[in-house]
């Protein structure tokens, strides 16, 4: 073992951390953005990247890079949380300084630093933390002492762990630098088949949907800052900053569409770039808003935008409800669904399963509803409580916790229980869901009905086709099988479930009071917008 190093210039190595055995990673393949912009903080430090979604792991090769390094720095979310700390262990036994940060460190900071191979955590916005923090290490900033870094936790010399204050959101994102894209160089991303990037325009959410983690995330300690956004110049500048053979672009907003007349001003200047809009791109929506709004998916068309990703959730108004989703309804969902594939824009659903009051009967006629949309691709979840959020908070006081294993974090598997159904009941439905959705063969009939028509509004997806079948089609059915989920599965309960009807609700829908979570009602969210 190497004795610790006290390094001047460092060599710092990133790493995304393995893939998940289930989840989007056989058919989704995304840059990690949080590791580039991080990067981009510290320019005079050598960046490596090890990406355990797109690179094969070898022993010696993964050996010799974290040997050379000073400094890992490790991102992850909560179902990666294990493959992460394994990271770390190898790399404090290669005598390197461990630093995690993302989603689960800033959400369970205590689990993660329990963790004798974790230096440090860095919670909430990572740009700040991590250049001040960087700066300690190599000996740059003399007189700082780690107590005064916001947002850091670390462990003291007594092995006693230090949780410091909350890290302020910056104000201005256009102050940070572009994201470090060399990082990737070399490495090949793909979604669908497609060569693929990803960039970020806005950070945050002003709603607060129950299950959602985004806002325990993007959390101001003191201004209540919910939701800023990058200036249109420097939307353009980072969009022309992607190597020009990437394919797809997939907006990492938490929601995009917050505020229409930005996004109008965006997708006009991507429609208007000769540049960019060879690309076509991706994004995260809101069925109330693209409702309110159509006049948006008829720009996102001729933005070359193919797939935007709705939180359907669920069929029953009770739920959505519950869940601070008042303004989507069924009825919404459908039309904005009908819309957007009338347009040629592929619909990529979530659909929660088992959300609390909802009873097998309800579930099935989830699932009924979802098959009725003719979706492209939809994933179903089972209903999950992430730790930090007030939702787990409220699950654990109820005993509705089943697993502490962040592994059964992942979105495919149960975490927790409800009243009606165990966690068992849960874990079967996601399989019948799944099976009934892809397996069934109404899946194949509408698909392949947009696919054969080359002339129509899918003709884009017709010349994707081998990418389409490579990716999506054979990973995502080596995913079902490695799941279990076979058609055998599917309930004779199901298949004779019949949708009940939903009346067409034309209201109007507004972010109101009533959508913000209970401590804003009094002093309403900061939203900092860009021109
Ligand atoms: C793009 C995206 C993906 C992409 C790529 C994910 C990736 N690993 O990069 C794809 C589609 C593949 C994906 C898949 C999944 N995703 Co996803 N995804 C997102 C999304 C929309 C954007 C992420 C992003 O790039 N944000 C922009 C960057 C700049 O922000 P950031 O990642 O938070 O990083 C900042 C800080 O966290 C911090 N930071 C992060 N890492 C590090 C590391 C260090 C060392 C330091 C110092 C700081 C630091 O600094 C950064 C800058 O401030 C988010 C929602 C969102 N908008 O954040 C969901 C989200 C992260 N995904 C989520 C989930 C659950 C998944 C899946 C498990 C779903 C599934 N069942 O398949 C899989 C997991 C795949 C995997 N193995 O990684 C959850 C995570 C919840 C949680 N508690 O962990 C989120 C929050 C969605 C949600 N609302 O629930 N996802
Ligand atoms: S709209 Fe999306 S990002 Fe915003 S709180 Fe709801 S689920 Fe989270």
Redesign the pocket.
Same mark, same amino acid.
Do not use: A, L, S
């Given at each position: 073992m190497k004795a610790m190093k006290v390094p001047v210039n460092m060599d710092i190595l990133y790493v995304n951390p393995a893939s998940l055995k289930s989840g989007l990673d056989p058919i989704s393949e995304s840059p990690p953005l949080n590791l580039m912009t991080i990067a981009a903080m510290v320019p005079e430090h050598g960046a490596r990247l090890f990406d355990f979604k797109v690179e094969e792991y070898d022993e010696n090769r993964f050996s010799a890079e974290l040997n050379q390094a000073d400094v890992v720095a490790i991102t992850s979310l909560t179902p990666q949380i294990h493959a992460a700390l394994d990271v770390a262990r190898l790399a404090k036994e290669q005598g390197c300084t461990t630093i995690v940060g993302g989603y689960h460190a800033t959400l369970d900071p205590g689990f993660v630093m329990n963790d004798p191979s974790v230096d440090y955590a860095v919670r909430g916005e990572g740009e700040h933390t991590f250049h001040e923090l960087i700066d300690y290490i190599d000996g740059k900033t003399q007189g700082t002492r780690l107590e005064d870094i916001d947002g850091l936790s670390f462990r003291h010399n007594d092995g006693t762990i230090a949780h410091n204050k909350p890290r302020a959101l910056e104000c201005d994102l256009d102050s940070f630098p572009l994201p470090r894209r060399d990082i990737i160089a070399g490495k090949e991303y793909r979604f669908m088949g497609a060569r693929s990037d990803v960039i970020e325009t806005s950070r945050g959410?002003?709603? +607060? /949907?129950r299950? /959602?983690?985004?806002?325990k995330m993007w959390h101001d300690p003191g201004q209540k800052i919910r939701y800023r956004t990058k200036s249109l110049h420097r939307i353009v500048q980072e969009l022309e900053s992607l190597d020009k053979k990437k394919e797809f672009v997939f907006f990492a907003d +938490?929601?995009f569409t917050v505020n229409p007349n930005r996004v109008k001003t965006i997708l006009e200047g991507i429609t208007a770039s000769k540049r960019t809009h060879k690309m076509n791109y991706g994004a995260?929506s809101?069925v109330d808003v693209l409702h309110d709004n159509p006049w948006l998916v008829k720009l996102m068309r001729k933005a070359k935008f193919r797939q935007i990703f709705l939180?359907i959730e669920s069929l029953h108004q009770q739920s959505l409800d519950a869940m601070?989703?008042k303004h989507t309804t069924p009825a919404k969902a459908r039309h904005v669904v009908q819309m957007l594939s009338s347009e040629g824009i592929s619909v990529f659903g979530g659909m929660i399963i088992g959300f609390p009051g909802e009873t097998r009967e309800m579930v099935y006629q989830n699932i009924q509803y979802a098959k009725s949309l003719q979706l492209s691709m939809i994933q179903f979840t089972p209903i999950t409580a992430f730790p930090g959020t007030d939702f787990h908070e409220e699950m654990e006081a109820r005993g509705m916790i089943t697993s502490t294993d962040y592994r059964d974090y992942d979105l495919f598997h149960a975490m927790m229980r409800t009243e009606q159904l165990s966690t068992e009941d849960l874990n079967g439905l996601m399989k019948e869901a799944y099976a009934a959705y892809y397996l069934d063969g109404d899946y194949i009939k509408h698909e392949a009905k947009k696919f054969l028509n080359p002339f129509g509004k899918w003709g884009w997806l017709f010349k994707k086709l081998p990418g389409v079948i490579k990716q999506f089609l054979l990973g995502g059915a080596t995913m079902l099988k490695e799941q279990g989920i076979m058609r055998d599965v599917i309930s004779e309960e199901l298949k004779g479930t019949t949708l009940p009807d939903f009346t067409d609700n034309q209201e109007k829908s507004e972010l109101d009071v009533d959508a913000m979570p209970r401590e804003h009602r009094v002093a309403p969210p900061v939203f900092l917008e860009q021109q």
């Open positions: 959410c002003p709603h +607060d /949907c299950f /959602c983690c985004i806002v +938490d929601n995260q809101r939180g601070n989703k």
